[in-house]
């Protein structure tokens, strides 16, 4: 519903709400890439939606509104960095010598849609499927697994290949290769 070209001064609130809903996760990742603190990024967020909402009508049409709302966050990110005393820069801020930095903006926004993708093609999977993923991605190893699940080391090893193998079918080659790369770098 919000990949093709959109104008969004037609949008109800209902709209905007399960935009809101669809994308927050992902667009919570993106801000922690430049924000440690909680209610910073809480914040930053919520005046993000807000400028998003209350601008919508000059705003038009877009032809991504996830690129242009990254766009919103990093402006939003870049007004609460600049307004932040020195003290609280180091406090609240990560990365922020990057913010300017269009690549390192870009690999961002690529790496939080991309994990968007594979979160979504995950929950495609059996729950069974699911579980061993995760839990692989959680850094647990076969074993403890197969303990978790009460299920054997060869069935978490075949229930592994069977969702990579599905998993193959829905993802890009560039998201399967992030996947890859995650299943052998745990996220703790």
Do not use: C
Not at 92 to 106: G, K, P, Q, S, T
Request: hydrophobic share 45%.
């Amino acid at each position: 519903m919000y990949s093709e070209v959109l104008h969004i001064g037609n949008w109800s609130a209902g709209d905007f709400q399960a935009f809101i809903k669809e994308n927050a996760a992902a667009f919570h990742v993106f801000v922690s890439r430049y924000i440690k603190d909680e209610d910073t990024m809480n914040d930053v967020l919520q005046e993000s939606f807000i400028k998003l909402w209350t601008n919508r009508e000059k705003i038009g049409e877009v032809r991504s509104l996830r690129s242009y709302f990254f766009s919103i966050m990093k402006n939003t990110i870049f007004d609460q960095w600049q307004k932040a005393s020195k003290e609280r820069v180091e406090d609240v801020f990560r990365n922020y010598e990057h913010l300017a930095d269009e690549d390192v903006f870009f690999r961002n926004m690529v790496e939080v849609e991309s994990s968007r993708i594979i979160a979504q093609a995950i929950k495609t999977l059996s729950p069974q499927s699911q579980k061993v993923l995760i839990m692989t991605l959680k850094g647990e190893k076969m074993k403890g697994i197969a303990q978790s699940l009460n299920i054997s080391v060869n069935t978490v090893k075949t229930v592994k290949y069977r969702a990579l193998e599905k998993l193959s079918g829905l993802l890009s080659k560039e998201d399967l290769l992030l996947l890859f790369v995650l299943l052998r770098m745990p996220l703790h």
